[in-house]
């Protein structure tokens, strides 16, 4: 009987590698072994709090969730937590053990430390346990901690409170225990942290609120063990101490934490007093539901009124935002646009008092209005026609969309003419208020002229004086690449300035400013009360470009310090690739760049825009990460949480954790697969066995689906049929390609061939289970549907499949999908093939640029290039990435668009899968028997002068290492270095391969055994 049992290859390493052993024939030895590996697992995670799996289950002690109140609700709060105590000696090691909802930064000593946990479902929480005992010292000391609580909706939790646990124990040295359990009655100390603008706005739809920090509101020094907490409070406990599930161990390494370095790539620009820019910001609704991710998007508006003096007849140029403006009862005209966040209206001003009315679109749960004035034009603002007037505006509560698309042209004046009455009254605005929208507002900065400019190297310490910056000053700082990071900024001489964070991966057209859209502006805000303000973010930043600027100082600022900690998952680069052409190998350079800067605690879709966890860019990312680095340890995190997403349907949830119903079909379709590709590298059959009810809940809503039809294929208009509002529609498909070029409707190829795929893995998962009665069942419905959709999908006439039974369309994904299910008989893959290698020559429709539209998007390339490799069509594989990737290089990029385009994310990792290609089929490297990664097949596919590289043994630091370049015959010259033991098979006729030093058996029938390499 085979099977297979896992132990840690390196108990010191900090993360565990998976090694195979390719049988083990007694059931009870297998079962020894398994329970051996959990034992000292667990063993060895009690020791180093790196080393975790999900086998190792620990339960705290009868520890408390705490907070500053008994209920932790509320939107952004912010709480201090303090533990002092005395020590007389200092211990070697000490695992402090804690969790918060829903992040956290831990100091010790007034050192920061760390900060966590891994995103989480609420249901099954991770815990982290920090080594802390090299920050401690002898005497007094104070373990810190400041918890944030999300509070609204994202893509990164589903949380709902706060909520503080902490346990551990440790010997004071004079023989008494110091205890860190968090209860009521514990020596923990708390205080609510207001320096923190519970309604500053979201950083993006799928992202938490910015930082405004108030540091007039904020204990300086509160995480240093002499500061005075005796008016802090204890600790109170939660009522709600259900809210979360058992608490289990984080299973992934904390993140990377090392310096990222920088550059200032532009002279130091003078802030200009050119513009006057008047604003304010108002709280909305917390969407904090289930009914959408977008929810009140576009359904709520905010009317804005005022009255503006000018000296004479004059026209100005204000900057606004989106909405519409009525200057004196009379619709503006939006004129000359800046860019996305600013549209410059003409306003035809008459001498005297003008009245000035706006209604802007309100969009997610914060809103700025901000009004740029031309300084020059003496103009002032007062709703009461008072030239010393403390207001500056009235503005409406939040009301609905019908307030929105009310036409108000004739209404003079607004909003004092008595027809225009407004629900809940005029709310004052006072003169004082500004908007606390730190991107926006970067954007709109105007510069004068610079004239100096500072290295990075020489920013430390560096005064800029008041007389050379008298309004301001904005630093210009770029990344190599997209990065996520934890900014750090200190500062002297800015008592009373406003110092504003900007960051970002677009450029303005003129590239003086960083570009924001609607949905994503992403920036934070120190409000300076003390001469010295140090400042960290609450939560990491994704960014290429960033922007520090400073305005409003009344002294000489100097910048004291500038550190960026980066927030990446931690892995070494082991594998590599080169080849006889140099675009490729930038392509892969950029592939292998992109996906590192997409790793923290999952793989996350893009560092910047959401930091989602998605389920096709998962999958993607999981074949790059194993080519790049071999590591498994973060898709199996990712799985796991996949497996706890389930909406009320039973469909996996296309992102989590969230609050919100983000389910997409296709991809819960493709999580299978997922979860049986997670499984060939890892051999964890323990993952498979916990979310297998899961797996089979998703599975029944297709099967239902199909049941609809008696051929069982599956119609994409499921949600019109049924009523239902689904994102993306019933096919999300690639959506990067024209309805033009792939129907999207009817019962589809393009839902259907990836349903029959995730039959066929699902019946493989079940024999893996022993459920072979299940198994059956699946291949049974597969073999059914698989022949319906060759007779009813199936063009005869072009050779090739039509995307929907309606037959307007055969795109491409169609066909290949075909294939890659494993659906179209030999005769149609010859067809097919021919049908290929006439109709498709381009990425793109007019054969050079995305101007006219392109065939496929760069995520969905991931399943175009694996069936053109599984068809044999290399020569257009690597020609299509050369098109597709070589524009992006040419367009600029370091890392790989979201899109062919240049406006959306310039770092998604799903455009990356060159990465893996380029490295498996070009270095021809694959493991027939895995999760049994004894043996290893060269099999070529490539059409290069040569190639060589490394792709890493799967949880392994090991190496398969391939060099091989094409002889005057045509035939392939390979040298293989592959670790000891590893059994090396390939196909004569293609490669020459022949033995060298340290081969432990001849070759014999184009197989070896290497100890060393193979020649």
Known sequence: MKGFAFLPSDFGSKRINFLSFRSVESSGHRLFLEKLFRRRTCE?????????????????????FVWYNSHGEGRNRFAHFRRCFELSEVPSHFGLCLFADTAYQLFVNGEFVQFGPARFDIRHPLFDEVDIASKLKKGRNVVAVLVKSF??????????????IAWGQLSDGNGEAVDFSTSQDSSWKVRKCDAF??????????????????????????????????????????????????????????????????????????????????????????????????????????????????????????????????????????????????????????????????????????????????????????????????????????????????????????PWDDSFDVDGGWIEVYAEEMDSNPARRSMWDLYAPPFEEVGADELESHVFKISDYPVGFSLFLEFD???????????????????????????????????????????????????????????????????????????????????????????????????????????????????????????????????????????????????????????????ELFGQSPDETGKFRAVYPNKGDYTISDFAIEAIEGYWQYYLNTGDVDRLRT???????????????????????????????????????????????????????????????????MLGSAAKIARLLGESVQAEAFETRRAMIAENARKLLWNEQKGCFNDNIEGRTQSFHASILAVLAEVATPLQKRSIRRWLETEFK?????????????????????????GLYELGLTKLAESLMREGWGWMLASGAVTTFEFFRTTASHCHAWSANPLCFLSKNALGVSFPAAPDFSHVKIDIQSELDWAKGAYPIPGTKQLIEVDWKRNEEGLIEAVVSAPAGITISWDRSKVLLSQSQGAETAPARGCLTASQRAV
């Open 44 to 64: 060895r995670a009690r020791e180093n709090p790196r080393f975790t799996t999900h086998f190792c289950m620990i339960k705290p002690p009868p520890s408390k």
């Open 151 to 164: 509070g609204c909706k994202t893509f990164k939790d589903n949380s709902v409170r706060g909520g503080f």
């Open 197 to 414: 603008y519970a309604e500053a706005l979201k950083m993006s739809f799928a992202l938490d609120a910015i930082d405004i920090f108030d540091q007039s509101q904020a204990l300086s020094g509160w995480e240093t063990p002499n500061f005075d907490d005796s008016d802090w409070s204890p600790v109170m406990e939660l009522q709600k101490q259900d809210g979360w599930g058992p608490l289990k161990q984080r299973t992934i390494p904390f993140m990377d934490l090392g310096e990222v370095p920088f550059r200032v790539s532009r002279p130091v620009n003078p802030l200009s007093d050119q513009e006057i820019v008047h604003g304010f910001s108002v709280a909305g609704p917390h969407f904090h539901g289930e009914e959408h991710i977008f929810e009140g998007r576009d359904n709520m508006a905010l009317g804005v009124a005022t009255w503006i003096h000018s000296s004479k007849n004059q026209n100005v140029v204000a900057g606004l935002f989106w909405g519409s403006y009525y200057l004196n009862g009379e619709l503006c005209d939006i004129g000359i646009g800046v860019d996305g966040l600013r549209k410059n209206v003409c306003l035809s001003l008459k001498e005297g008092w003008n009245s000035f009315f706006a209604v802007e679109t309100f969009i997610d749960d914060c809103h700025s209005f901000m009004m740029a004035l031309p300084r020059s034009a003496d103009l002032k603002l007062s709703p009461n026609r008072k030239y010393d007037d403390d207001l500056a505006w009235l503005r409406t509560p939040i009301l609905g969309s019908t307030f929105r698309d009310e036409p108000f042209e004739g209404k003079v004046p607004i």
């Open 481 to 639: 690449c997209m990065q996520l990071v934890l900014p750090r900024v200190a500062l002297s001489g800015v008592a009373g300035a406003t110092v504003d964070l900007a960051y970002g991966e677009h450029l303005s057209a003129d590239s003086s400013h960083l570009e924001h859209t609607i949905v994503y502006q992403a920036g934070d805000r120190i409000l300076a009360a003390e001469d010295k303000v140090e400042y960290m973010t609450s939560q990491p930043r994704g960014t290429r470009y960033m922007r520090i600027t400073v305005r409003g100082a009344a002294a000489d600022v100097r910048l004291d310090s500038l550190v960026f900690l980066s927030c990446r998952y931690p892995v070494d680069k082991l594998g590599r690739f080169e080849c006889s052409d140099s675009l490729l190998n930038e392509v892969w350079v950029m592939c292998e760049r992109t996906q590192h800067a997409n790793m923290e605690d999952v793989f996350v879709d893009c560092s910047g825009r959401e930091r989602g966890m998605y389920l096709r860019d998962t999958i993607i990312q999981y074949h790059n990460t194993l080519a790049a680095y071999g590591d498994t340890m973060l898709m199996g995190r990712c799985m």
């Open 691 to 757: 979310d297998w009810p899961a797996m089979l809940g998703s599975i029944d809503w297709f099967n239902n689906l199909s049941d609809e039809r008696e051929d069982g294929l599956l119609d994409a208009d499921w949600p019109k049929l049924k009523g239902i509002k689904a994102h993306y529609g019933g096919l999300h498909g690639d959506n990067g390609v024209s309805d033009a070029l792939m129907d999207k409707t009817g019962p589809n190829a393009n839902l259907t061939f990836p349903y029959l795929q």
């Open 842 to 866: 381009n990425v793109f429709l007019n054969g050079y640029s995305p101007d006219a539209g392109a065939y496929f998007s760069p995520a969905y390339s991931f399943f175009i290039f694996q």
